[in-house]
């Protein structure tokens, strides 16, 4: 008969791989033995808050509240108000572009920088000019219209 081919290095990785085998067989029945079986559902479950915490107590129902879906503002939000004597402002340009078309007016009165795109001018601007302007809602929050200089 033929001598085994098998050499020591290949038993001492028999044995290894075989006590590993055990090794994870052994931390199984542990996860096992030590599980909640038999949990209940109430248990488990999780609730967030109004906060956006996760919470292990459900919601007051008596503090729920309502909210009509035309109350949603979805964009910016309406800073201007709807005075009609509030309708012309007055600004100074702080940055104007014209290679670009655009431009940006602080409100004297609010201090808020306003959008200024250069189809809305009614005269020629330049930076640092005093004008006087409306606002309307644009796309992507409050613009300029109707831009005139003043003195």
Wanted: hydrophobic residues 30%.
């Amino acid at each position: 008969m033929a001598k085994s081919q098998e050499t020591f290095s290949k038993k001492e990785t028999e044995k290894r791989k075989l006590q590993k085998r055990k090794e994870k067989e052994q931390r199984k029945e542990e996860r096992k033995a030590n599980a909640k079986t038999g949990s209940s559902l109430e248990d488990m479950m999780a609730y967030v808050d109004e906060y956006g915490n996760i919470t292990s107590t459900p919601p007051d129902p008596l503090r729920k509240k309502v909210i009509k879906a035309e109350d949603i503002v979805l964009g910016a939000r309406n800073n201007v108000a709807d005075d009609p004597a509030d309708a012309f402002r007055t600004g100074k340009i702080t940055f104007f572009n014209e290679s670009k078309g655009y431009g940006f007016i602080k409100d004297l009165k609010s201090q808020e920088s306003i959008f200024v795109h250069i189809n809305a001018l009614t005269t020629a601007v330049k930076e640092n000019d005093k004008v006087a302007f409306e606002v309307e809602r644009g796309p992507k929050g409050l613009s300029a219209v109707r831009v005139k200089v003043i003195n």
